[in-house]
Protein backbone atom coordinates (compact mmCIF):
# COMPACT_ATOMS: atom_id res chain seq x y z
CA UNK A 1 0.00 0.00 0.00
CA UNK A 2 2.87 2.36 0.82
CA UNK A 3 4.17 2.50 -2.51
CA UNK A 4 0.76 3.87 -3.84
CA UNK A 5 1.10 6.99 -1.12
CA UNK A 6 -1.50 4.77 1.38
CA UNK A 7 -0.48 5.89 5.46
CA UNK A 8 -0.32 2.55 6.61
CA UNK A 9 -0.77 1.60 10.80
CA UNK A 10 -1.20 -1.13 13.00
CA UNK A 11 -4.35 0.07 15.06
CA UNK A 12 -4.47 -0.83 18.90
CA UNK A 13 -6.38 -3.68 18.11
CA UNK A 14 -4.00 -4.95 15.52
CA UNK A 15 -6.07 -4.03 12.79
CA UNK A 16 -4.11 -2.98 9.42
CA UNK A 17 -5.14 0.20 8.39
CA UNK A 18 -4.49 2.37 5.48
CA UNK A 19 -5.43 5.35 4.48
CA UNK A 20 -5.29 6.72 0.43
CA UNK A 21 -6.00 10.81 0.96
CA UNK A 22 -9.30 11.88 -1.27
CA UNK A 23 -8.57 14.99 -3.74
CA UNK A 24 -9.16 17.31 -0.77
CA UNK A 25 -7.65 16.99 3.00
CA UNK A 26 -9.60 16.13 5.43
CA UNK A 27 -12.02 14.53 3.54
CA UNK A 28 -14.72 11.68 4.86
CA UNK A 29 -13.44 8.32 4.50
CA UNK A 30 -15.27 4.41 2.91
CA UNK A 31 -14.00 1.84 4.70
CA UNK A 32 -13.00 -1.02 2.13
CA UNK A 33 -11.65 -4.48 4.25
CA UNK A 34 -11.88 -7.81 5.38
CA UNK A 35 -10.23 -10.22 8.24
CA UNK A 36 -6.25 -11.06 8.02
CA UNK A 37 -7.02 -14.33 10.70
CA UNK A 38 -9.07 -17.57 9.25
CA UNK A 39 -9.15 -21.08 11.06
CA UNK A 40 -7.41 -24.16 10.96
CA UNK A 41 -6.46 -25.89 8.13
CA UNK A 42 -8.36 -22.99 5.93
CA UNK A 43 -8.67 -22.32 2.06
CA UNK A 44 -6.42 -19.21 1.11
CA UNK A 45 -9.53 -16.56 0.47
CA UNK A 46 -11.33 -16.12 3.21
CA UNK A 47 -10.95 -12.83 4.72
CA UNK A 48 -7.49 -12.06 2.82
CA UNK A 49 -9.35 -11.74 -0.55
CA UNK A 50 -11.30 -8.94 0.25
CA UNK A 51 -8.13 -6.92 2.01
CA UNK A 52 -5.88 -7.71 -1.04
CA UNK A 53 -8.97 -6.27 -3.77
CA UNK A 54 -9.46 -3.47 -1.38
CA UNK A 55 -5.49 -2.77 -2.77
CA UNK A 56 -5.95 -3.75 -5.90
CA UNK A 57 -8.63 -1.11 -6.45
CA UNK A 58 -6.41 1.16 -5.11
CA UNK A 59 -3.99 0.60 -7.90
CA UNK A 60 -6.21 0.86 -10.25
CA UNK A 61 -7.21 3.90 -9.47
CA UNK A 62 -3.91 4.57 -10.39
CA UNK A 63 -2.96 8.01 -8.37
CA UNK A 64 -6.90 9.37 -9.16
CA UNK A 65 -7.83 11.00 -6.03
CA UNK A 66 -11.94 10.74 -5.34
CA UNK A 67 -14.22 13.05 -3.23
CA UNK A 68 -13.47 10.24 0.05
CA UNK A 69 -10.57 9.07 1.33
CA UNK A 70 -10.72 5.13 0.87
CA UNK A 71 -9.58 2.90 4.29
CA UNK A 72 -8.41 -0.25 3.81
CA UNK A 73 -8.78 -2.30 6.99
CA UNK A 74 -7.22 -5.89 7.32
CA UNK A 75 -9.14 -6.78 10.54
CA UNK A 76 -6.79 -8.41 13.27
CA UNK A 77 -9.31 -11.35 14.62
CA UNK A 78 -12.60 -12.20 13.08
CA UNK A 79 -13.01 -16.38 13.27
CA UNK A 80 -13.21 -16.67 17.06
CA UNK A 81 -10.60 -19.58 16.69
CA UNK A 82 -8.15 -18.40 19.13
CA UNK A 83 -9.97 -16.80 21.69
CA UNK A 84 -13.69 -18.50 21.56
CA UNK A 85 -15.60 -15.60 20.34
CA UNK A 86 -15.39 -13.64 17.72
CA UNK A 87 -15.28 -10.19 15.64
CA UNK A 88 -12.31 -8.91 17.87
CA UNK A 89 -10.66 -6.84 15.18
CA UNK A 90 -14.03 -4.83 13.89
CA UNK A 91 -15.07 -4.63 17.73
CA UNK A 92 -12.59 -2.50 18.60
CA UNK A 93 -13.67 0.23 15.53
CA UNK A 94 -17.61 0.08 16.79
CA UNK A 95 -16.58 0.52 20.21
CA UNK A 96 -17.28 -2.84 21.98
CA UNK A 97 -13.38 -4.17 22.69
CA UNK A 98 -14.53 -4.22 26.21
CA UNK A 99 -12.85 -5.28 29.13
CA UNK A 100 -14.74 -9.11 29.39
CA UNK A 101 -13.20 -9.77 25.91
CA UNK A 102 -10.33 -8.35 26.62
CA UNK A 103 -10.13 -11.06 29.15
CA UNK A 104 -11.18 -13.85 27.22
CA UNK A 105 -8.70 -16.54 27.25
CA UNK A 106 -6.83 -18.92 24.83
CA UNK A 107 -6.08 -22.79 25.15
CA UNK A 108 -2.94 -21.23 26.74
CA UNK A 109 -4.42 -18.95 29.43
CA UNK A 110 -3.02 -16.07 27.07
CA UNK A 111 -5.61 -13.13 27.06
CA UNK A 112 -6.85 -10.94 24.51
CA UNK A 113 -4.88 -8.12 26.44
CA UNK A 114 -2.14 -9.80 26.72
CA UNK A 115 -1.67 -11.64 23.37
CA UNK A 116 -2.00 -7.31 22.04
CA UNK A 117 0.50 -6.44 24.34
CA UNK A 118 2.75 -9.47 23.14
CA UNK A 119 2.15 -8.35 19.75
CA UNK A 120 4.07 -4.99 20.69
CA UNK A 121 0.60 -2.95 20.77
CA UNK A 122 -1.00 -0.57 23.88
CA UNK A 123 -4.53 -2.25 24.89
CA UNK A 124 -4.75 1.08 26.76
CA UNK A 125 -4.81 2.81 23.06
CA UNK A 126 -7.99 0.57 21.44
CA UNK A 127 -10.56 3.58 22.06
CA UNK A 128 -8.44 5.34 19.14
CA UNK A 129 -8.97 2.52 17.04
CA UNK A 130 -12.96 3.67 17.15
CA UNK A 131 -14.20 4.78 13.91
CA UNK A 132 -15.03 8.93 13.57
CA UNK A 133 -17.98 10.72 12.82
CA UNK A 134 -16.34 11.02 9.21
CA UNK A 135 -17.02 7.64 8.14
CA UNK A 136 -18.68 7.36 5.13
CA UNK A 137 -19.64 3.69 5.97
CA UNK A 138 -18.14 0.20 5.47
CA UNK A 139 -17.71 -1.87 2.27
CA UNK A 140 -16.45 -5.68 2.02
CA UNK A 141 -15.79 -8.04 -0.73
CA UNK A 142 -15.99 -11.72 1.06
CA UNK A 143 -16.05 -15.16 -1.00
CA UNK A 144 -19.17 -17.00 -0.82
CA UNK A 145 -18.33 -19.73 1.00
CA UNK A 146 -21.30 -21.86 -0.17
CA UNK A 147 -22.86 -23.45 -3.17
CA UNK A 148 -24.89 -20.61 -4.43
CA UNK A 149 -23.60 -18.41 -6.98
CA UNK A 150 -22.12 -21.61 -8.76
CA UNK A 151 -25.84 -22.94 -9.00
CA UNK A 152 -27.04 -19.73 -10.81
CA UNK A 153 -23.46 -19.36 -12.71
CA UNK A 154 -23.04 -15.62 -11.53
CA UNK A 155 -19.81 -14.52 -10.89
CA UNK A 156 -21.17 -11.78 -8.00
CA UNK A 157 -23.80 -11.06 -5.49
CA UNK A 158 -25.04 -8.40 -3.19
CA UNK A 159 -25.63 -9.85 0.41
CA UNK A 160 -28.87 -8.32 1.64
CA UNK A 161 -28.63 -9.40 5.01
CA UNK A 162 -26.26 -11.59 7.19
CA UNK A 163 -27.83 -14.40 9.22
CA UNK A 164 -27.67 -14.39 13.18
CA UNK A 165 -25.44 -16.79 15.19
CA UNK A 166 -25.41 -18.23 18.26
CA UNK A 167 -21.82 -19.58 19.73
CA UNK A 168 -22.17 -21.88 22.59
CA UNK A 169 -20.29 -24.50 24.77
CA UNK A 170 -21.71 -27.30 26.73
CA UNK A 171 -19.83 -29.55 29.01
CA UNK A 172 -21.51 -32.62 30.11
CA UNK A 173 -19.85 -33.69 33.36
CA UNK A 174 -20.01 -37.69 34.55
CA UNK A 175 -18.04 -40.18 36.16
CA UNK A 176 -14.38 -41.36 34.78
CA UNK A 177 -14.16 -44.99 35.30
CA UNK A 178 -12.19 -48.66 34.28
CA UNK A 179 -13.74 -49.20 30.33
CA UNK A 180 -13.82 -53.02 31.55
CA UNK A 181 -14.98 -53.33 34.88
CA UNK A 182 -17.69 -51.27 34.73
CA UNK A 183 -21.29 -52.78 33.84
CA UNK A 184 -23.02 -50.87 30.98
CA UNK A 185 -26.17 -50.12 33.51
CA UNK A 186 -23.77 -48.48 36.65
CA UNK A 187 -22.04 -45.80 33.98
CA UNK A 188 -22.62 -41.86 33.45
CA UNK A 189 -20.41 -41.90 30.49
CA UNK A 190 -20.04 -37.97 29.21
CA UNK A 191 -19.21 -38.98 25.73
CA UNK A 192 -22.14 -41.43 25.05
CA UNK A 193 -24.48 -38.40 26.34
CA UNK A 194 -23.04 -35.78 24.22
CA UNK A 195 -23.07 -38.27 21.15
CA UNK A 196 -26.87 -38.34 21.97
CA UNK A 197 -27.22 -35.15 22.28
CA UNK A 198 -25.48 -34.49 18.69
CA UNK A 199 -28.02 -36.60 17.31
CA UNK A 200 -30.77 -34.18 18.26
CA UNK A 201 -28.90 -31.15 17.36
CA UNK A 202 -28.74 -32.82 14.12
CA UNK A 203 -32.38 -33.84 13.89
CA UNK A 204 -34.29 -30.35 15.63
CA UNK A 205 -32.14 -28.44 12.39
CA UNK A 206 -33.21 -31.15 9.47
CA UNK A 207 -36.37 -30.20 10.45
CA UNK A 208 -36.59 -26.25 10.47
CA UNK A 209 -36.36 -24.70 7.44
CA UNK A 210 -33.20 -22.32 6.83
CA UNK A 211 -31.62 -23.17 10.62
CA UNK A 212 -27.88 -24.71 10.74
CA UNK A 213 -26.90 -25.79 13.96
CA UNK A 214 -23.18 -27.23 14.45
CA UNK A 215 -21.19 -29.12 16.94
CA UNK A 216 -17.63 -28.52 15.46
CA UNK A 217 -15.53 -29.37 18.32
CA UNK A 218 -15.57 -31.98 21.06
CA UNK A 219 -13.01 -32.35 23.62
CA UNK A 220 -13.07 -35.55 26.19
CA UNK A 221 -11.42 -36.17 29.93
CA UNK A 222 -9.37 -38.12 30.33
CA UNK A 223 -9.23 -39.00 26.62
CA UNK A 224 -8.04 -42.80 27.22
CA UNK A 225 -9.36 -45.71 24.96
CA UNK A 226 -9.64 -47.82 28.24
CA UNK A 227 -11.38 -44.95 30.27
CA UNK A 228 -15.41 -44.10 30.10
CA UNK A 229 -15.32 -40.16 29.88
CA UNK A 230 -15.70 -37.99 32.88
CA UNK A 231 -15.95 -35.21 30.96
CA UNK A 232 -16.69 -34.09 27.20
CA UNK A 233 -16.82 -30.24 25.96
CA UNK A 234 -18.62 -29.44 22.99
CA UNK A 235 -19.16 -25.78 20.90
CA UNK A 236 -22.31 -25.33 19.36
CA UNK A 237 -22.92 -23.14 16.15
CA UNK A 238 -26.60 -22.13 15.60
CA UNK A 239 -27.47 -19.51 12.65
CA UNK A 240 -30.54 -18.38 11.05
CA UNK A 241 -31.41 -15.21 9.42
CA UNK A 242 -34.31 -14.77 12.10
CA UNK A 243 -33.12 -13.81 15.51
CA UNK A 244 -36.78 -15.12 16.71
CA UNK A 245 -36.15 -18.74 15.08
CA UNK A 246 -32.55 -18.92 16.24
CA UNK A 247 -32.84 -17.96 20.32
CA UNK A 248 -35.84 -20.59 20.34
CA UNK A 249 -33.43 -22.96 18.47
CA UNK A 250 -30.88 -22.66 20.99
CA UNK A 251 -33.24 -22.36 24.34
CA UNK A 252 -34.60 -26.08 23.03
CA UNK A 253 -31.38 -27.31 22.21
CA UNK A 254 -30.50 -26.22 25.94
CA UNK A 255 -33.18 -27.72 27.29
CA UNK A 256 -32.05 -30.97 25.44
CA UNK A 257 -29.04 -30.88 26.79
CA UNK A 258 -30.25 -31.03 30.47
CA UNK A 259 -33.10 -33.74 29.73
CA UNK A 260 -30.24 -36.19 28.46
CA UNK A 261 -28.08 -35.07 31.53
CA UNK A 262 -30.91 -35.62 33.95
CA UNK A 263 -31.66 -39.03 32.56
CA UNK A 264 -28.06 -40.38 32.73
CA UNK A 265 -27.00 -39.63 36.00
CA UNK A 266 -24.86 -36.31 34.44
CA UNK A 267 -24.68 -32.89 34.56
CA UNK A 268 -23.88 -30.43 31.87
CA UNK A 269 -23.31 -26.81 31.70
CA UNK A 270 -23.85 -23.92 29.08
CA UNK A 271 -21.62 -21.32 28.59
CA UNK A 272 -22.59 -18.37 25.60
CA UNK A 273 -19.92 -17.32 23.64
CA UNK A 274 -21.43 -15.56 21.48
CA UNK A 275 -24.62 -14.01 20.51
CA UNK A 276 -24.95 -11.58 17.10
CA UNK A 277 -28.23 -10.65 15.92
CA UNK A 278 -29.02 -11.08 11.90
CA UNK A 279 -27.83 -7.92 10.33
CA UNK A 280 -29.47 -6.07 6.88
CA UNK A 281 -27.26 -4.41 5.07
CA UNK A 282 -27.63 -0.45 3.61
CA UNK A 283 -30.21 -0.52 0.94
CA UNK A 284 -28.55 2.50 -0.83
CA UNK A 285 -24.93 1.33 -1.04
CA UNK A 286 -27.16 -2.40 -2.45
CA UNK A 287 -28.13 -0.39 -4.83
CA UNK A 288 -25.23 1.13 -5.68
CA UNK A 289 -23.84 -2.25 -6.20
CA UNK A 290 -26.64 -3.64 -8.37
CA UNK A 291 -26.10 -1.12 -10.78
CA UNK A 292 -22.08 -1.57 -10.75
CA UNK A 293 -22.98 -5.72 -11.09
CA UNK A 294 -24.93 -4.84 -14.32
CA UNK A 295 -22.02 -2.77 -15.79
CA UNK A 296 -20.14 -5.39 -15.53
CA UNK A 297 -22.47 -7.56 -17.57
CA UNK A 298 -22.95 -9.97 -14.94
CA UNK A 299 -26.37 -10.44 -13.85
CA UNK A 300 -28.31 -9.60 -10.59
CA UNK A 301 -28.27 -11.97 -7.38
CA UNK A 302 -29.22 -10.77 -3.93
CA UNK A 303 -28.87 -13.28 -0.84
CA UNK A 304 -28.28 -13.80 2.80
CA UNK A 305 -24.91 -14.38 4.03
CA UNK A 306 -24.97 -18.00 6.36
CA UNK A 307 -21.83 -17.11 7.77
CA UNK A 308 -20.80 -14.03 9.64
CA UNK A 309 -18.85 -11.18 8.55
CA UNK A 310 -17.31 -7.91 10.00
CA UNK A 311 -19.75 -5.89 7.83
CA UNK A 312 -22.25 -7.20 10.72
CA UNK A 313 -20.48 -5.35 13.75
CA UNK A 314 -19.63 -2.52 10.93
CA UNK A 315 -23.11 -2.11 10.40
CA UNK A 316 -23.74 -0.87 14.28
CA UNK A 317 -22.29 2.16 13.53
CA UNK A 318 -21.77 3.04 9.69
CA UNK A 319 -23.84 1.77 6.54
CA UNK A 320 -22.49 -1.72 5.35
CA UNK A 321 -22.54 -3.38 2.56
CA UNK A 322 -21.12 -6.78 0.78
CA UNK A 323 -20.01 -7.98 -2.30
CA UNK A 324 -19.67 -11.74 -2.63
CA UNK A 325 -17.48 -13.82 -5.49
CA UNK A 326 -18.39 -17.40 -6.64
CA UNK A 327 -16.67 -20.06 -4.23
CA UNK A 328 -16.24 -23.22 -6.91
CA UNK A 329 -17.30 -26.31 -5.36
CA UNK A 330 -19.08 -23.96 -2.37
CA UNK A 331 -16.32 -25.48 -0.10
CA UNK A 332 -14.39 -23.18 2.52
CA UNK A 333 -12.70 -23.39 5.67
CA UNK A 334 -10.60 -25.91 4.04
CA UNK A 335 -7.52 -26.30 2.04
CA UNK A 336 -9.89 -26.88 -1.26
CA UNK A 337 -11.55 -23.38 -1.12
CA UNK A 338 -10.80 -21.20 -4.33
CA UNK A 339 -11.97 -18.61 -6.31
CA UNK A 340 -12.06 -17.85 -10.09
CA UNK A 341 -9.11 -15.08 -11.37
CA UNK A 342 -12.18 -13.98 -13.77
CA UNK A 343 -14.51 -13.95 -11.21
CA UNK A 344 -11.78 -11.75 -9.20
CA UNK A 345 -11.21 -9.85 -12.24
CA UNK A 346 -15.20 -9.05 -12.29
CA UNK A 347 -14.76 -8.06 -8.48
CA UNK A 348 -12.49 -5.23 -9.16
CA UNK A 349 -14.05 -4.04 -12.31
CA UNK A 350 -17.56 -3.98 -10.04
CA UNK A 351 -15.70 -2.47 -7.53
CA UNK A 352 -14.37 0.49 -9.95
CA UNK A 353 -17.95 1.25 -11.28
CA UNK A 354 -19.04 1.42 -7.34
CA UNK A 355 -16.21 4.14 -6.27
CA UNK A 356 -16.78 6.09 -9.36
CA UNK A 357 -20.85 5.79 -9.14
CA UNK A 358 -20.23 7.28 -5.45
CA UNK A 359 -17.88 9.46 -6.37
CA UNK A 360 -20.49 11.44 -8.96
CA UNK A 361 -23.55 10.06 -6.66
CA UNK A 362 -25.87 13.56 -5.20
CA UNK A 363 -27.37 11.25 -2.17
CA UNK A 364 -23.10 10.07 -1.07
CA UNK A 365 -22.43 14.05 -1.85
CA UNK A 366 -25.15 14.44 0.51
CA UNK A 367 -23.26 12.14 3.39
CA UNK A 368 -20.14 13.51 2.19
CA UNK A 369 -21.00 16.83 3.41
CA UNK A 370 -23.15 15.83 6.39
CA UNK A 371 -19.64 13.69 7.39
O1 LIG B 1 -17.94 -18.70 10.81
C1 LIG B 1 -18.25 -17.70 10.18
O2 LIG B 1 -19.38 -17.30 10.18
C2 LIG B 1 -17.20 -16.93 9.45
O3 LIG B 1 -16.31 -17.77 8.82
N1 LIG B 1 -16.55 -16.05 10.38
MN1 LIG C 1 -14.44 -17.80 7.91
MN1 LIG D 1 -14.66 -14.65 6.46
Known sequence: MEPLGVHVRVDAAGNLRGLYSAAQPHAPRLLIGSHLDTVPNAGAYDGIL??????????ELQGRRLPFSIEVVGFSEEEGVRFGTAFIGSRALVGRLDQELLDAKDAQGISVRKALDNFGLNPEEIPQAELGSDTLGYLEFHIEQGPVLESVSQPLAVVEAIAGQSRLEF???GSANHAGTTPMHLRCDAIAGAAEW???VERVAQEVPGL???VGKIEAKPGAANVIAGEARLTLDVRHSSDEIRTLAVEDLTRQAQGIAT???LTVRENTLLSQRAVAMDPFFIGEIEQAILKTGCKLHRMVSGAGHDA???AEKVPAAMIFLRTPGGISHDPAESVAGADVEKAIECGLHLLDQLASSPEFHKRINRA
Open 212 to 214: VAT
Open 50 to 59: GVVLAVALLE
Open 198 to 200: IGI
Open 263 to 265: RRG
Open 312 to 314: MIL
Open 171 to 173: TFC
